[in-house]
Every structure is written in C-alpha cells, then in structure tokens.
C-alpha cells in the first residue's frame, strides 16, 4: 500500500523533477555521477543517549496534550551522568539503572569516555554540519559547600558548570534560569516553564539549553519554495521547501511509516526523519516505536532517488523533567531525607536533593546548506520516491563520529495562519 497524496502533490510532481533537474544542470559538468551517502553507524541497543531518549520520549507523548516535544538525549545523559558521580547508595544506583550503566567502575568509565567523546564531536561540528548554541549547568539554591574535585570533574567530563542560584524567592529563581537558558540559546527568547520547580533550600537544579540548526549535505534551494498547508494539529499555512536527491530511504508497508536519513553538511551529522503514510497526529508511531524496531528500519535504508518536501519550520519546547525521571525509576533523588549526594559535597547528609531537571531546545528546519555545496557533484535522480511531509512526522538528529543521539524530537504543529479547527 501506497502513500495517500494529495491531488495537488500530483500536480506539483513533474515540476519538482524539473526542479531537481535544474538543480544538477545548473552545476558544472561532473565527469561522473555522485557518491551514495555514507551509511552512519546504526543506533546500537547498548547506546545510552539512545535508550534514555526512546524511553523519555514514550513518557513525555504518553501525556495528554503534549505537542512539538524536543530534547537532546546526549545533554540530558550527561547532565545525569555528572550528577551520578556525585551521588552514592540507592540515589547512585538509581542513576546508573536510569543510564543503563553497571555499578561496576569500568563500566561506570566506558560510560563517562562515551559521553564526553560524543560532546566533543557534537561541538567540535559546530559550523560545519549545523549552528550550534549550547550550555549545561547545575544550579545549587542555599547547599553546603560544593566540593570542587567534583565541579572539576563535572567541567571536564560533562561541560557542566556549577552556577549558585542568588538569594530570593522561586519568582527570583525562575528568572535567573530564563536568564541563562537565554544566554545559552544564543539570545533567543524560550518558552517559560510550564510547572513550578522547587527550589527550596539545598536543591541542586540540572539545567541545559539547546538551539541548533542544521546545515543541509545539499542546499534546498529558496526559488523552489512556496506556501502549502500543513496538516498538523491545527491545518496552517507555511512555506514549504522542496528538493529531489538521492538519499538514504526506507518504506515499512506493515507498519505504513517511510524513514528518511538526511546527512548534514560534511557528513558528521544526520537528521533522521519518521513520517506517517496517513495524515493525523503521531500516537499510533509513538507507541510503535522501539530501540529495536528503529534500528531495523536504519539498517533497511538504502541510497535511493527522493523528491522531499520539507516544512520551513522552528521546533521549539521547555521542559521540566521530574515527573517522567521519576516514571523511570529516578525517584530517592528528590527526596532531600534519603537523597545521597556525598560526591557533590561531603557535608550534604540530609541537607542536599534535586529540585528539578529543566531542559530547553530549539531546531530550525530551514533551506541553507553548508558551505561548499556549489562544488558538489551532480546527483543521478531517477524516478524519485516521494516523501512529501506536510503532516506530524518524528525526527532524529545523530552524531555520525560516535552514533550517540544529538536531538529527538515531534513536530505536531508548524506555526502560520491557522486554516481549519484542530483534527
């Protein structure tokens, strides 16, 4: 079974071909056809960043009216991963069961080199495979001194500053937070908390901030744009952008989803896109999906012609975590009488909990492509597949030196005039 299309993607077909013809004739006469798209390393079932954000995931869309959700997995397991080495007893256990991590010491080490290599690549990529703003902190309200040997090593490993929180009420906490999670979005304004965080004294906060935009392998050019409808959780009106290309592609006809891997400028990251054959919200593929299952359809993909059309849009979400880390099994951490943070100060028995998990992130789907994509050669597009994405879909984004989980995230809504009442 085919993909529903609407009768006006089929009109729009032939001038897309033609588009996708303009785009490789416009380039100088290549001597021969370009390579197919690497094959990135496939999510492996032990990959921490991997198995935490599937299972954040599948508790944050279990909630009724969650829309647009993004996080970053890598951010959040290290700002854990940190916090664990600060920990001890069941609120240590708690941490590694939360990462999938062994008590053993070695495996507590391959765990914080896998991280910190999968930081080092993320940031390292920025300017070449996408803009990046980035910044994680733990914030301390009123604790006991924070042992140093520990914000050292957090710094080092994790790239988690510890931040005090000034003296005042939660209002006057709050707004200290927004403060940096602004500065570490590079400016940009993020949506206020939607719950109350404690912050009471001896809560230690674990903060993180994400804005980033992806720099496209192949540009999608601006002439080849235009209006279109979005059929999301109200119908709105965006501007679409539109390429054909060859790229990495899968169809599941079982379970009626097509997979489409995108790399991003220089091949040291990828965005990996979910969408639904049907027009309607996500639920059905958010309980479908699985560590396992996903991995099948990476490893299914194969190089292939694709005519894409993609909305211009911003996924943006602020998040507070306690409830879902708490669904995971993370629960003697908040509990300041039987939270053990002996490692983030020796003095902290009974006096020290964690108040709050708060993570900020923004993903700018937009045409531009790295620099140098003019010296590309010319793409050998036949009888393209057709992923047309004008309905909620999933996305991925990956780092392709260590296959850690950069971003994950939904897009179930795209801003831009509302055409009809929700679905």
């Not at 006991?144 to 090593?153: N, T």
């Not at 879909?393 to 009442?421: K, P, Q, S």
Request: hydrophobic fraction near 40%.
């Amino acid at each position: 079974m085919l993909p529903t299309l609407p009768v006006y993607l089929l009109i729009f077909l032939p001038a897309l071909l033609v588009q996708g013809s303009k785009i490789s004739t416009s380039k100088k006469s290549p001597a021969a056809p370009a390579s197919p798209p690497p094959r990135p390393p496939p999510p492996l079932l032990d990959d921490l960043t991997w198995n935490l954000g599937l299972r954040l995931h599948q508790v944050l869309r279990s909630e009724s009216g969650s829309v647009n959700t993004l996080f970053s997995p890598l951010l959040v397991a290290s700002s854990l991963g940190a916090l664990g080495g600060g920990s001890a007893g069941t609120t240590a256990s708690q941490v590694q069961d939360l990462l999938k991590t062994s008590s053993s010491s070695k495996a507590g080490s391959q765990v914080r080199e896998h991280l910190a290599k999968a930081l080092k690549s993320f940031t390292e990529a920025n300017g070449t495979s996408f803009h990046l703003h980035t910044s994680s902190a733990l914030f301390s309200k009123q604790a006991p001194p924070v042992s140093q040997a520990f914000v050292k090593d957090s710094q080092a490993n994790f790239r988690l500053q510890h931040k005090p929180l000034e003296k005042g009420d939660s209002k006057a906490d709050l707004k200290q937070l927004h403060g940096w999670a602004k500065a570490g979005l590079g400016g940009w304004e993020g949506a206020p908390l939607g719950t109350e965080i404690q912050t009471k004294a001896g809560a230690l906060i674990l903060a993180s901030a994400l804005r980033l935009k992806g720099l496209w392998g192949r540009e999608f050019s601006e002439e080849f744009t235009d209006c279109r409808t979005f059929l999301g959780k109200t119908y709105t009106k965006v501007v679409m952008m539109h390429r054909a290309g060859l790229y990495r592609h899968h169809e599941d006809m079982e379970n009626m989803v097509q997979v489409l891997e995108a790399p991003l400028w220089g091949d040291k990251a990828s965005l990996v896109l979910l969408l639904p054959f049907h027009v309607g919200n996500l639920a059905r593929l958010d309980k479908l999906l699985t560590l396992e299952l996903l991995s099948k359809w990476l490893e299914s993909t194969r190089v292939t012609s694709v005519a894409i059309s993609l909305p211009m849009a911003n996924i943006s979400s602020t998040l507070s975590l306690q409830k879902q880390l708490s669904a995971l099994g993370l629960t003697d951490a908040w509990d300041q009488k039987v939270a053990d943070f002996s490692g983030v100060s020796d003095k902290s028995k009974g006096k020290l909990h964690l108040g709050g998990v708060l993570h900020w992130a923004s993903l700018e789907l937009a045409a531009q492509a790295g620099k140098g994509d003019a010296d590309l050669e010319e793409e050998n597009i036949e009888k393209p597949k057709l992923f047309y994405a004008d309905h909620p879909f999933l996305i991925f984004v990956r780092d392709n030196v260590t296959g850690a989980l950069l971003l994950m995230g939904a897009l179930d809504h795209a801003e831009g005039e509302a055409l009809h009442d929700e679905l």
